[in-house]
């Protein structure tokens, strides 16, 4: 008994001494501070709007999506592997710095030109009215703020600065909170439409504010030319970001369309709210995987060191998903009352595919990372347009047999098949 205790004890100490694990708690604080947000915020829209108003807000969310990596340029995966790379070569650094910045200000201006100069016929298609022009412009306007915001907190991940990116992800969770409620409450769904497009500009001041005094942050490191040299390895990930953006938000955005015209649109709100949990129970996840994950797989080169550090991942995160996902399903009845209103109460059915899909997501995301890491360009974007391809054939499928749960059945068959791809493509580095 005494060994095993001793053997349990080593185990502990040896788990919890993991780098990935640090950086768990490093992003605990800030993970808890922003699933606490999410969730009041969820709340109260979803009260005031309804389930009809949420899934309209998550069709502009989708192309939010989508017209914000098109306002960075795609580059700030980039931006985090070369600034982890490069970080010890003081002159690579001002290369990279002042190349992200002109791609940034370039690609994010240009986007706020169309959006504004669209913005009826973007009214018409992305939120099925023209009554909603406003929003595309004021978006238009806003949009270099927070393309810039983005690419600040890209540069800090690049150089690991943990405990600040930590800090100011809290406050900006606090903040965006604070700017959702008060328009949410004063304006009601146009109020709900405006802070999804504007609050993360908001956040470029907080950001600005808190990284002033790093030495890094001075106009000497971003007045150089744009590198011919770093753009076109900028542009490999610009492929990749692009390729996301236009992949996933849009198929969730025709399958959505299909829900609200052809079913109901109460229906299309309770995959929207499953959504929505989704997204805050994976944000443990997928925080510590930008943060320490892909700046890590950046500045490994041995393929033993490279197969340790997915091994180790694996080791950490699973027993996490399968002990978290269990309890989010045996409690989905509360997080449905405590999140939504009785309306939503029928999404309990979409838990089970939800929960089961996302499980098999995050282990091919732990090596589909490498791909963004390793700059596989052609690799990801055939996975991406294959995989999302087919999640939109499946979807309408599963949808014609069994309704709206059907989008959940396709995305969990999706996503087994692309850990298998994910499990070949890789192979010799795993086996």
Not at 298 to 308: A, M, Q, T
Not at 329 to 339: A, D, G, P, S
Not at 397 to 403: A, E, P, T
Request: aromatic content about 14%; overall charge positive; glycine content about 6%.
């Amino acid at each position: 008994m005494g060994v095993l205790i001793q053997r349990l004890f080593f185990l502990c100490r040896r788990f919890t001494s993991a780098d990935i694990v640090k950086v768990f708690s490093f992003t605990a604080m800030s993970t808890l501070v922003k699933m606490l947000t999410g969730l009041i915020s969820v709340k109260v829209v979803a009260s005031i709007i309804g389930p009809a108003g949420v899934a309209l807000v998550g069709q502009l969310n989708n192309f939010a999506s989508i017209v914000m990596s098109l306002s960075s340029g795609g580059i700030n995966s980039g931006i985090t592997k070369y600034i982890a790379e490069y970080k010890k070569d003081e002159d690579k650094i001002k290369d990279c710095l002042s190349t992200a910045l002109r791609i940034t200000v370039v690609c994010s201006l240009l986007v706020g030109v169309f959006l504004i100069l669209f913005n009826s016929y973007l009214s018409k298609v992305i939120l099925l009215s023209p009554d909603y022009t406003y929003v595309f412009i004021i978006f238009g306007f806003t949009i270099l703020l927070y393309a810039l915001n983005l690419m600040l907190i890209s540069i800090l991940n690049g150089f690991k600065e943990f405990k600040r990116y930590v800090r100011i992800n809290i406050a900006n969770s606090v903040v965006g909170l604070i700017f959702t409620l008060s328009f949410v409450s004063v304006l009601g769904l146009p109020g709900a439409l405006i802070s999804a497009v504007t609050y993360q500009s908001v956040m470029f001041v907080i950001t600005l504010w808190m990284i002033r005094k790093l030495p890094w942050f001075t106009w000497n490191n971003f007045k150089r030319k744009i590198s011919g040299v770093l753009s076109r390895k900028y542009l490999h990930y610009t492929l990749m970001a692009l390729t996301t953006a236009a992949t996933l938000p849009v198929s969730q955005m025709l399958l959505r369309g299909y829900v609200i015209s052809e079913i109901s649109p109460v229906e299309a709100g309770w995959w929207e709210g499953m959504n929505r949990i989704s997204h805050m129970y994976l944000l443990v996840i997928t925080s510590s995987f930008s943060v320490y994950y892909l700046p890590r797989l950046s500045e490994l080169k041995d393929s033993v060191e490279i197969r340790r550090e997915i091994v180790k991942a694996y080791k950490v995160i699973i027993p996490m998903l399968l002990v978290a996902f269990t309890l989010v399903y045996l409690l989905r009845t509360v997080v449905i009352r405590i999140l939504f209103t009785p309306e939503f109460l029928p999404m309990e059915n979409l838990f089970f595919w939800q929960l089961a899909g996302d499980f098999f997501k995050i282990c091919s995301w732990l090596l589909s990372f490498l791909m963004v890491a390793k700059s596989m360009t052609k690799a990801f974007v055939s996975t991406e347009v294959l995989f999302s391809l087919s999640f939109v054939i499946l979807g309408f499928l599963f949808m014609r047999m069994n309704g709206v749960v059907g989008i959940n059945q396709a995305y969990l068959v999706n996503y087994v098949v692309y850990l298998i791809c994910m499990v070949v493509v890789f192979r010799k580095l795993i086996f």
